[in-house]
């Protein structure tokens, strides 16, 4: 940060204007297409993901055979991956648009943990987002992890 670094993401820093657009897409659900081997695409509720092996990648193509393997996204893990990665970041989590994304009450569920956290300077609330704090950052994951839904 002394050189001029903004601290944007629990594990990123960057010069004002160069951080990174491709993990941005990542931390905030876009969608995206992977091309190659290995390559991973998500279209906002399935992720899919290329074969591994060049050979048989290229085999695929040039018989009509490509079929990626692919993961249905249910709600709940659609959720705890928003909370995930965008807790993650600077920006943090708006509650209003969790409500309106996934008609859970944010601030009213999870009232116990939000006062907590705050009182230990792990989160502050700014314009309506909620945000992690300089030491907040270092408990990221777990910080998250409070306010996770589990599968039915």
């Known amino acids: 940060e002394n050189a001029g670094y903004e601290h944007y993401e629990v594990s990123n820093f960057a010069l004002p204007g160069f951080r990174s ?7 905030t659900g876009a969608f995206y297409l992977g091309i190659g081997p290995s390559a991973h695409s998500f279209n906002g509720s399935q992720r899919c993901w290329n074969i591994r092996n060049n050979h048989q990648y290229i085999r695929d193509i040039q018989s009509g055979q490509f ?8 709600p709940v893990t659609a959720y705890n991956e928003y909370l995930l990665t965008r807790l993650r970041t600077t920006n943090g989590i708006a509650p209003q648009e969790i409500e309106e994304r996934f ?5 009213a569920t999870f009232k ?3 006062d907590e956290l705050i009182n230990e300077q792990k989160i502050v609330v700014e314009g309506g987002r ?10 990221a994951d777990d910080i998250a992890s409070q306010f996770f839904r589990i599968s039915e």
């Open 67 to 74: 079929d990626p393997e692919c993961e249905q996204i249910d």
């Open 112 to 114: 116990p943990q939000l």
């Open 21 to 27: 657009k491709h993990n941005h897409a990542y931390w």
């Open 103 to 107: 008609d859970i009450d944010f601030n």
């Open 130 to 139: 909620i945000k992690l704090t300089r030491q907040g950052l270092l408990w």
